[in-house]
């Protein structure tokens, strides 16, 4: 059974960096995406950002310019760097990566994130 595992998440001051990381427990063969997504208490879950297999990024509008997605193929690895940190960007965030075919996606467990104004 393949887990993803996240690490990175805490509490940090506006304004601040954190940096979040998610790993496949094994090796996932063909993943098409790999993207963040988030979800604050009484929300529904958000697309943060996403990184095709090719390099192509997406972002949520609020966090362009201030987060960073990439990924590590080799590794099964993607990466989610936050910068000039918001109070409402407060949520827990996870990981997912897309596999096509068979189609599946994987969920990471899921990482805090708290930014105190």
């Known amino acids: 059974q393949v887990q993803l595992v996240e690490s990175g998440g805490g509490l940090v001051q506006a304004g601040g960096s954190l940096r979040l990381s998610c790993a496949a427990s094994?090796?996932?063969?063909?993943?098409?995406?790999m993207g963040w997504y988030r979800q604050a208490p009484g929300k529904q879950r958000e697309l943060v950002a996403a990184?095709?297999?090719?390099?192509?990024?997406n972002y949520a509008d609020a966090v362009k310019g201030r987060f960073t997605i990439s990924r590590d193929n080799a590794k099964n690895t993607v990466y989610l760097q936050m910068n000039s940190l918001k109070p409402e960007d407060t949520a827990v965030y996870y990981c997912?990566?897309?596999?096509?075919?068979?189609?599946?996606?994987?969920w990471g467990q899921g990482a805090q994130v708290t930014v105190s104004s």
């Open positions: 997912n990566f897309h596999v096509a075919f068979p189609t599946r996606d994987y």
């Open positions: 990184i095709t297999s090719g390099g192509t990024t």
């Open positions: 094994k090796s996932i063969f063909s993943i098409n995406t």
